[in-house]
């Protein structure tokens, strides 16, 4: 799959089930602010999502669905759950806002790779219904907590994902990102099919971010604890780069903070994680969707 300028616009899908997002996520560990934000069009509205952490707290979070939204040609006239982003300049540049009650953040995002594509074609992307490309970012601006404005100069990630995802045949779908410099990361994503008995049976795909330059991962391996509540704690990857012949990258991470989200008639365990990776250390986001009645019953909104 080639990228192309043109993929940045929204697209509009003939099925119902279709579904069109962008998302935007960041990580200061030195500011110890943290966040999410994700707005989409599908099923005849907008809909949108966005989280913010202040160290291991959850600082203010919201969510909306169906929003009247009319045919749209570009992402500045999409807005829900307070989310509003704007395409600067084509695979390159963009700018996301989130207005909630108790925090909210106004930043700007500038590529530092090229985009990594999941193509339709892919496993992933056959078993999870969609594709599209993910970039990483370096990230300017401010994040408000309550009556703080806290200046940020991070790294991140911009992602635009679309398709007509089936979750009657999906288990769950896992979305990892490892940021551990402007010249290193790694984005994995993981679909299990509803009849999957064994982990192993999971379609993953992964790059890993070299110099700017996204390297698809020959054979990318995630293993995960999770908490009594199927809550994402720690994780392991095992990146090996080339089917015959040199060794694993290998990467450990913990969780640093998160909350677990009802989106309608699915379950998001949303987190962000600190990680370690071959001498050098990072932030980056692990989110688990699933289908609410997989396994879990409780709160809407919980804390880590």
């Given at each position: 799959m080639t990228v192309s300028p043109g993929d940045e616009a929204p697209r509009a899908g003939v099925d119902r089930a279709f579904r069109d997002a962008v998302t935007f996520s960041f990580g200061d560990s030195e500011a110890k602010v943290f966040g999410l934000a994700r707005v989409g069009l599908g099923g005849g509205g907008a809909s949108g999502f966005a989280v913010v952490y202040s160290g291991d707290e959850l600082a203010g979070a919201s969510?909306?669905?169906?929003?009247?939204?009319?045919?749209?040609?570009?992402?500045?006239?999409?807005?829900?759950?307070?989310?509003?982003?704007?395409?600067?300049?084509?695979?390159?540049?963009?700018?996301?806002?989130?207005?909630?009650d108790e925090a909210g953040f106004d930043l700007r995002f500038e590529a530092i790779s090229a985009p990594a594509a999941l193509d339709g074609e892919d496993p992933v992307a056959r078993v999870g219904g969609l594709a599209g490309y993910e970039q990483l970012c370096s990230v300017t601006g401010t994040v408000r907590v309550g009556g703080r404005s806290i200046a940020v100069r991070c790294l991140g990630q911009r992602g635009h994902l679309w398709g007509a995802p089936d979750w009657s045949r999906i288990e769950l779908a896992r979305t990892l990102s490892a940021w551990m410099g402007a010249d290193r990361a790694v984005t994995l994503t993981a679909v299990r099919p509803a009849k999957a008995k064994h982990h192993d049976e999971e379609a993953i795909a992964g790059f890993l971010f070299d110099g700017g330059t996204p390297v698809a991962i020959f054979d990318p391996r995630l293993?995960?604890?999770?908490?009594?509540?199927?809550?994402?704690?720690?994780?392991?990857?095992?990146?090996?780069?080339?089917?015959?012949?040199?060794?694993?990258?290998?990467?450990?991470?913990?969780?640093?903070?998160?909350?677990?989200?009802?989106?309608?008639?699915?379950?998001?365990?949303?987190?962000?994680?600190?990680?370690?990776?071959?001498?050098?250390?990072?932030?980056?986001?692990?989110?688990?969707?699933?289908?609410a009645s997989a396994g879990w019953q409780g709160n809407s909104r919980r804390r880590r």
């Open positions: 969510t909306e669905a169906s929003v009247a939204a009319g045919d749209v040609e570009a992402w500045d006239a999409v807005s829900a759950a307070g989310v509003r982003s704007k395409v600067e300049t084509p695979l390159e540049a963009w700018a996301v806002t989130y207005d909630g293993s995960t604890t999770y908490d009594g509540e199927l809550r994402q704690r720690r994780a392991g990857l095992e990146l090996w780069m080339q089917e015959e012949g040199g060794h694993a990258l290998r990467a450990a991470g913990e969780v640093l903070c998160g909350t677990t989200v009802e989106l309608g008639d699915l379950r998001l365990d949303s987190a962000f994680f600190h990680w370690r990776m071959e001498g050098r250390q990072g932030t980056g986001r692990y989110d688990v969707l699933r289908r």
